[in-house]
């Protein structure tokens, strides 16, 4: 099975409501999808959003990263050679980790569907099904309250709140949130990078000190302030969790030997696909860390090969944020992983499992 092309496309689905962070606001997935095809007829899938100010990655530049730097390197290659066209993929240029990600998971697709099996028993085994939490987007307080009950009355039992805006009001948020669903969901908490390390322990300590419990923090800092992030691990009860702060393995070390976060979270996107993000799990691993699995604003293309990889590597991976398929009005993909609200589970097709990506429009080489 030897690549012939690989063709782009762009997948545009509106969400059900505005995703809003102390980053950016988001109303819509606009994705640009990857097709390799190879010589045997087979096509893999893979997926990249344009996340410009997390990862730098714009539609233009992730284009351009496959299309000029990639796609040269791997015509005639054998999907075989896996760990070879890995390296030829991440070595093709610098950074561009969304571009990276998106053909490593075509690749990885079409890998598993040489053998004839699904990727999650490629990269190891394990249990079919898992369980994602949602996120609550930043807004009143009586808007994020309403869209948590909502999400109790969809079945999720881990919510992810997203504050980072105001601190005052931010902890406010936060208590009204947690008074409301009255112990019946773990909540994780989101700063997105909105604070400094004194107003993450300071929000914090009037949060546990109102008996407010919380299942982790995320990045409350800004993602190069390290020195910051090992701040208010050492002064919080709650554990903290990175995820600006880690693309690369080497930064997965730097963070745990200095011990500035508790938590891992893992993203396709930002790791350049899913080798890096294997080798992140087995580090974490062996230091003890946890991991969580996360996305972008990502349909279920490459949200799949997260789920594939949560579901092999669950022994590191025992958080899941994979709501990017919850929160669209529609799911434009025919095959591949089921969604089900909070209840994600896959099939036995080979692969990805991915048949048709619908309302691509595709893009010129």
């Given at each position: ?35 390799v095809r190879t010589d045997t007829g087979h096509t893999g899938y893979g997926e990249a959003p344009a996340t ?314």
């Amino acid at each position: 099975m030897k690549i012939t092309d690989i063709e782009l496309g762009m997948l545009r689905v509106p969400l059900k409501t505005p995703f809003k962070t102390a980053l950016r606001t988001v109303e819509s997935v606009e994705d640009v999808v990857v097709l390799v095809r190879t010589d045997t007829g087979h096509t893999g899938y893979g997926e990249a959003p344009a996340t410009a100010v997390i990862t730098g990655d714009t539609h233009g530049s992730i284009i351009e990263a496959i299309n000029s730097f990639i796609k040269p390197r791997l015509i005639g290659e054998d999907i075989g050679n896996l760990n070879r066209i890995c390296g030829l993929i991440q070595s093709s240029l610098e950074r561009n980790t969304s571009a990276k990600a998106a053909v490593e998971i075509a690749i990885y697709d079409l890998w598993a569907q040489l053998h004839g099996a699904p990727l999650y028993q490629m990269l190891g085994g394990g249990d079919p099904v898992i369980t994602t939490d949602i996120t609550i987007s930043v807004d009143y307080i009586d808007k994020m309250v309403a869209d948590s009950l909502s999400a109790l009355d969809r079945g999720f039992e881990s919510l992810k709140i997203k504050v980072g805006k105001d601190i005052g009001l931010d902890i406010e948020r936060v208590k009204a949130i947690h008074a409301a669903v009255e112990g019946r969901a773990l909540l994780r908490l989101d700063a997105n990078q909105g604070w400094t390390a004194k107003q993450a322990v300071y929000a914090m300590n009037a949060l546990e000190n109102a008996g407010v419990v919380l299942e982790l923090l995320e990045q409350p800092v800004k993602a190069n302030d390290i020195a910051g992030m090992k701040y208010v691990t050492e002064r919080v009860n709650t554990p903290v969790m990175a995820d600006e702060s880690v693309f690369s393995p080497h930064q997965v070390f730097d963070l745990i030997q200095q011990g500035a976060a508790d938590i891992i979270n893992i993203k396709l996107m930002k790791t350049g696909g899913i080798s890096n993000a294997i080798k992140i799990a087995d580090i974490a691993a062996l230091y003890g860390v946890p991991c969580m699995i996360g996305c972008m604003l990502e349909s279920s293309i490459s949200v799949a090969a997260a789920v594939h990889l949560a579901v092999a590597k669950s022994g590191a991976i025992s958080k899941v944020d994979l709501d990017g398929p919850s929160l669209s009005q529609f799911n434009p993909v025919e095959g591949g992983v089921i969604f089900n609200e909070s209840e994600i589970s896959i099939t036995n097709a080979p692969g990805l499992g991915i048949i048709e990506v619908r309302g691509l429009e595709m893009i010129a080489a």
